[in-house]
């Protein structure tokens, strides 16, 4: 039964009975996609006074909106008051609120009553509104400067952006698939707990997810081939969020190759395969109520005509130069689709780089983007630039500061210590290579030097910026201290106490 809520979500994203508008003579942009990179696309192209046109045959906003950012940052929201709960109140001396089963459906329910009214934003009749011709179906590219669109006509462009995105990908495991497990674009539809949850892939989705089931008090498995979670990032960081996990009762199954899926003879998902534990293979085999894969996402292509406009492209996505521009001249590829940064800021990024770059001599770059991540699992984890491991794998001298969060006085006080501030540095110098936070408020705290990695600016920077007392923020200034402190040499020690002897003899 579909929820209230997501009846007016798609009365907005996707309305029945639109009326896709006559088309005009020429375009002087097309861009195919309407989740963040092909709205923002659109918004500043038709705010500049240009002749827009936006395709979408999905729903409107995406991802992001609909299977992505806003319900998992909901369900985490969630997830996380329910161990606030349960383990956050006696910490304070405040009387136990309880270990109940909690009402499942209504998390989920409330998270589905945001969307919604998130939903307008990304909506037909907002981007209608805004001077976007809308058209909701699927397009195809006729020839190197058109597209044909269902029950739309063909639309003629002077330049185009191409901003389809990405879908879940789902491992070559023999009867994964016949599963039909549960991904990011079905996951949010669950109006029940399963009781116990195989999660297949222990990136950031995986992370996630695995930890808020676990806190809705599903019994969760985390499967993954590498031998840590999170095997992108800061190794050390990654185990202060593996720990947590652990802490918060997911089983992890790390070192695993999945050989098989199938059922048991209750007809529950089982995965069978081998698992790397002291140098031997073991078997192993998970049983569990549902399976939850987020192993990675591949471009989504589908049925575009690239091959018709010109326009080359691999398994990774849409080949596209450092401007975003795709082997077409007259057509750019943004966001997930190009394979390049899949996050949804780094869309809405490219978005206005490639809109420059098409409707003016713009010659931005993708590379000069500083783009950070984060994974909201509790404690956040952090990172732009380079982690240690990249910067040692290209050979890149580099010297690091380090602040743990019990060095920083409200981290102690709200009892949320636990973690760190990593700062990664020219060797020698005072410039930024990377930035690793794990801990409360890392997805926040990131910005920051983000910002200084973004302006040119050192920790040194940092160190002179006044921050208010107290907050987690002081982490990033006492790395500055400690860096300064650091770079205090044998000389310039001996020619400190030089100067302190001159100074009291000064009147």
Known sequence: MRSPHDAARLAQVHPDGWENPRPAGRYDLVVVGAGTAGLVSAAIGAGLGFRVALVEHRLMGGDCLNAGCVPSKGVLAAAHAWHAARQGAPTFGAPPVGDGAGDFAAAFEQMRATRAELARIDGAARFRDLGVDVFLGRARFVAGDAVQVDDGGVLRFRRAVLATGARPAIPPVPGLAELAPLTNESVFDLVRRPDRLLVVGAGPVGCELAQAFARFGSQVTLVDRDARVLAREDAEAAGVVERALVRDGVTLALGATLR?????????????????EGGAERPLALDGDAVLVAAGRRPELGDLGLDVAGIAHDARGVTVDDHLRTTNARVWAVGDVNGLAPFTHAADAQARLAVQNALFP?????????????????PELAQVGRTAEELAGAGTPFDTVTVPF?????????????????????????????????????????????????????????????????????ALRKAADQRRRSRLTPTARRALGAWRWLARRLP
């Open 260 to 276: 098989q899926a199938g059922r048991d003879a209750a007809g529950l998902p089982r995965l069978e395969g081998t698992r790397r």
């Open 406 to 474: 019990d060095a920083v006085d409200r981290a102690r006080l709200e009892r949320a210590s636990e973690g760190f501030v990593r700062v990664h540095l020219a060797r020698g110098g005072d410039r930024i290579l990377g930035v690793t936070i794990v801990g409360t408020l890392a997805g926040e705290l990131i910005a920051e030097a983000t910002l200084a990695m973004t302006a040119g600016l050192g920790l040194s920077a940092l160190g002179r910026t006044i921050h208010p007392y107290p907050t987690h923020a002081e």
């Open 362 to 378: 713009g010659r931005a770059r993708a590379s000069a983007l500083v783009v950070p991540r984060a994974t909201y699992t509790s």
